[in-house]
């Protein structure tokens, strides 16, 4: 709701007036940050030697199964309240059929055990595409070229429910395949799993910005062709308004409008339309366009905070970022 703004001639109204003193400025405040915003997405790997720095994402790590415990332990003493796991699996494993995907034992699954086993009471969140266990690089199967939308929407819904059954209390997909809310719902509900909740990546575009993720992943060299036959056109905003549409008439409880800073038009109009839990995704490009300027000195720290708050402006209940435990702690110094 917007409010009719009333403002009485210069010099009855001095905007600055409320700008005067910190105290003041504080008192007026329209959005603060809180860590109950925030979403923690961390990297996994089960291949030895691969933990450690990401070289496109300085200060983000690969994690060992240990180093996601610690970092579990991390989250829930600062109040983070969920982290989001994303798998660097073994190279050598990866094929055509995307099995791996929904082992029980595939170091995801491993890794949201191991993280629950520590802090129970952190929210889990999972990622449901197939790159991280596709030969080719691709969130789908694919055949002669062409990715397949309702094999891959089976393959997607065994992953997911191989999730909820590790103890995952929110499941992501970021496949954008059609259909797949709606299937992974129905055999959440059919499998018993009917308070696992489903949190969709319903804006997602296809976009330069998710670079050095799939640095991160392991997924870079070895995708074939791109994601534009799935992912949604940059140019395109009523798109993105029917994907939230249909992703929260199938079942989805919350969305995410991907990446965040070049798309908060989507996450004020999504928030406006729909009323839903609404989330940003601070991708990994923006991160390294942020972290690389703050490095070489020419933007200060202070820009991660004002990123943030940039989407609660823009509507968003929270951000997932990999600022996550940073901003925490910089909150909780006070
Ligand atoms: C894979 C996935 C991607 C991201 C999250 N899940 C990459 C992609 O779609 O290629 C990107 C996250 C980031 O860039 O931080 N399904």
């Not at 055999?187 to 489903?198: M, R, T």
């Amino acid at each position: 709701m917007t409010a009719t703004p009333v403002i009485a001639p210069y010099p009855a109204t001095r905007l600055r007036r409320l700008r005067r003193t910190p105290a003041i400025r504080a008192l007026t405040a329209e959005h603060a940050l809180s860590v109950s915003n925030l979403i923690w997405p961390i990297f996994v790997t089960e291949v030895p030697g691969a933990e450690g720095e990401i070289a496109s994402m300085p200060g983000v790590e690969r994690l060992t199964l240990d180093g996601a415990r610690r970092a579990a332990e991390r989250a829930a003493r600062l109040g983070i309240p969920a982290i989001c796991i994303f798998p660097h699996s073994d190279p050598a494993l990866k094929d055509e059929t995307c099995a791996r995907a929904w082992d029980a034992d595939n170091i995801g699954n491993q890794a949201i055990r191991a993280v629950k086993e520590v802090a129970p009471d952190l929210a889990v969140m999972t990622d449901i595409a197939l790159d991280p266990y596709n030969i080719n690089g691709h969130d789908g199967l694919v055949r002669d070229g062409i990715i397949l939308n309702d094999e891959t929407v089976e393959a997607l819904v065994r992953m997911g429910l191989a999730q909820a059954d590790a103890g995952a209390d929110i499941l992501g997909p970021s496949d954008m395949m059609d259909g797949r809310i709606g299937a992974l719902r129905a055999a959440l509900e059919a499998a018993g799993h009917k308070d696992v909740a489903i949190l969709s990546y319903a804006a997602k575009f296809a976009s330069s910005f998710y670079g050095p993720f799939r640095d991160a992943v392991g997924a870079s060299g070895r995708l074939v062709g791109d994601k534009k036959t799935y992912q949604i056109n940059p140019a395109n905003r009523g798109e993105a308004i029917r994907c939230v549409a249909r992703d929260l008439s199938e079942g989805a409880d919350m969305v995410i409008v991907k990446p965040g800073m070049p798309y908060l038009d989507l996450c004020r109009e999504v928030k406006d339309r729909f009323g839903a839990p609404t989330f940003a995704y601070q991708v990994s490009g923006e991160y390294a366009m942020l972290e690389g300027a703050i490095r070489a000195g020419w933007l200060s720290r202070d820009a991660v905070a004002e990123s943030l708050l940039g989407f609660l402006r823009a509507g968003c209940d929270g951000v997932l970022t990999y600022y996550a435990p940073q901003v925490a702690e910089t909150l909780a110094a006070g």
